[in-house]
């Protein structure tokens, strides 16, 4: 099930998207043939019946799919090819990090660039969202506290990442966390394509085959110290090609199943 949140009726507005996605050319995508069902309330966290009420998926405006009430958790060099084109060497253990919730938005919305920073990455990423709470989850139950999983985007501000020495400013700074523009909750994210462009040019596609550790493997390593609530997301990191964006930019962010997430790039 695809479940989008988006603005109805001067209100945030929850629905299931139904119908097809389909690739157009370069970061172009046909997203004429998809309906929203809207929904009686939020689904997440209760009961949400259909109001009979259905949408064009084109005449409304998304919002980012979940605002996290505890954090989001990112995962830093969890592809070799990656950390390898940053000069960095593969870690031994998951390598993880904070956003803030205040660095979520939407599909749509623009990321907006520090001026204490002179170079900003993008950085496409699978999204895991956390359906209960969880703590010291072992491997193989993992996918038990999985709600579902979306496109985003880690943002990162390269140049304060190096001279910080840690990675607070760089990756949760305001609107440094995309997401969007749907929850699926029944992906197969074992070999799912990861790709991203900059304006119509593809910067980055990968898979989440290439992980150096899984989903499961990343849910038991933070929830055997932090316990992870509802809502919460995880970024299970980005595949090699990431570079500069510059105001004026377009970031889109597409994965199989998850739908696209695009982003305007403008200054702070």
Known sequence: M???????????AYGVVEGELKDGEGARFDTSGLEIAVLDGDPFFSPAQSTGERLAF?????????????????????????????GNEVPVSPLTFFKPNTAVIGPGDPIRLPAISEHVSYEGELAVIISRVAKQVPADKAYDFVLGYTAAND???RDIQGTDKQWSRAKGFDTSCPLGPWIETELDPDDVRIRSWVGDELKQDGTTADFIFDIPQLIEHISETITLLPGDVILTGTPAGVGRIESGDRVTVAIDGLGVLVNPVMDA
């Open 58 to 86: 084109d005449d409304v405006r998304l919002l980012a799919p979940i605002i996290p009430r505890s954090k989001v958790i990112g995962v830093g060099r969890n592809f070799a090819d990656h950390a390898k084109e940053l």
């Open 2 to 12: 695809r479940i989008a949140r988006f603005v109805h009726k001067d209100a945030p």
């Open 155 to 157: 943002v990162t501000l």
